[in-house]
């Protein structure tokens, strides 16, 4: 089997640089995975903007509330406008939207996250499966290497 243009095959590399290669693939899917959780904690978060948003309705007006100022400090307050929310674009960045938009632009964020997603989930996966077979490469070639060291010691015997 032949390897594409600009590719190695992994049996022609030697044991060292096929551990070069693993600890690479390590790397690199290592550095996948975190952006893959970091991505999932995104979406996650921007779905909890769209349930948030279900709770901004006329019937809550003058309605007690805690609101988050960080992830651990919240001050009481009341709903006073029903109608439009603060969107957090990014970088600490707000703007004013009615809700019916800013719940159109998270859906549209939790869609984009979602493909970028399944990208990098096939991303993971090819990775995976190289580091896998970079893994057996060495395995293969140790067993090849004993067996070697075996005949040879065998001889000397004889």
Known sequence: M?????????????LEQLSQVRTQLEQELKHLTQAFGDLK?????????????????????????????TSSLYVPGRIKDTENVLV??????????NTKEAKSLYNSKVLSL??????????????QDNFQACTEMMRMKMAQQQRAAAAAGGSKDD
Do not use: H, M, R, W
């Not at 032949?2 to 030697?14: F, H, K, Y």
């Not at 957090?88 to 939207?97: H, L, M, Q, R």
């Not at 493909?115 to 996966?125: F, K, P, Y």
């Open 88 to 97: 957090d674009i990014g970088t600490g960045y707000f703007v004013e939207k």
């Open 114 to 127: 979602k493909s970028n997603l399944a990208t990098l989930q096939g991303q993971v996966e090819k990775k």
């Open 41 to 69: 904690q995104a979406q996650a978060k921007f779905a909890g903007c769209i349930d948030s948003l279900d709770a901004v309705k006329p019937a809550n007006k003058d309605k007690k509330v805690l609101i988050p100022l």
């Open 2 to 14: 032949s390897a594409p243009s600009g590719t190695v095959s992994l049996d022609q590399l030697s």
